[in-house]
């Protein structure tokens, strides 16, 4: 919807596992009251919902098939058309893929909306340190990293100095790799098609949240 010369926009966040795109996207919301569309929080909502749509995403889910690109286009449009996604919104975790983005096109049109992309960067190395660092208090959750963010004390955290903190078995080496690797095939068809419209946008991801906050913000 255009309020004068501005262009209300569907904002498409992309970054690697722990780019840290997610907490840029809930800066947004906090901040500017710019909507974060998770499709986490989409799928996590159909399975508490008795709606068409919903039931029939309860028996793919429920089958163990993946969700169609058809089917969560479908999720993404029902969930957009609501009330506050009546102005620009960060799509978090959506499209994922090329044919996802050409689908989100017909989206945009019918919304009246603009799409920019912005890719919060960040080295594979660091990635890897920021994965495989990361420890958790059980207690309060609070989130450490060895590397960057270690506990006054080793193993502990600093709220709860008995409580030993948790190490995700996800979060090992191998298994990071083999995330990061299926992300980076996955994702570099979506952003060659932005790149290649002049609407992708790349936000170092190395920096502070708040430096990262105010690049992106500043996009927008």
Known sequence: ???????????????APGAGKGTQARLLDERRGIPQIS???MFREMKTLDTPL??????????????????TYRVVRERTAREDCRGTYVLDGYPRTAV?????????????????AIEVDVPRDELLKRL???RSCPVCGEIYNIYSRPPKN?????LHPDAELLHRADDNEESVMTRLDTYAANTEPLIAYYA???????????GEVEAIYSAISDLI
């Open 1 to 15: 919807m255009a309020k004068g010369f501005f262009v209300d926009k569907i904002i498409v966040l992309i970054g």
């Open 39 to 41: 499709t986490g929080d």
């Open 54 to 71: 919903a039931r029939e995403v309860q028996e793919i889910m429920a089958s163990g098939k993946l969700v169609s690109d058809e089917v």
């Open 100 to 116: 996802q983005a050409e689908q989100l096109e017909e989206l945009a049109r019918e919304q009246g909306k603009e799409i920019r």
């Open 132 to 134: 495989t660092g990361r």
């Open 154 to 158: 080793d193993g502990r955290c600093d």
């Open 196 to 206: 290649a419209s002049g609407r992708l946008s790349k936000v170092d991801g190395t």
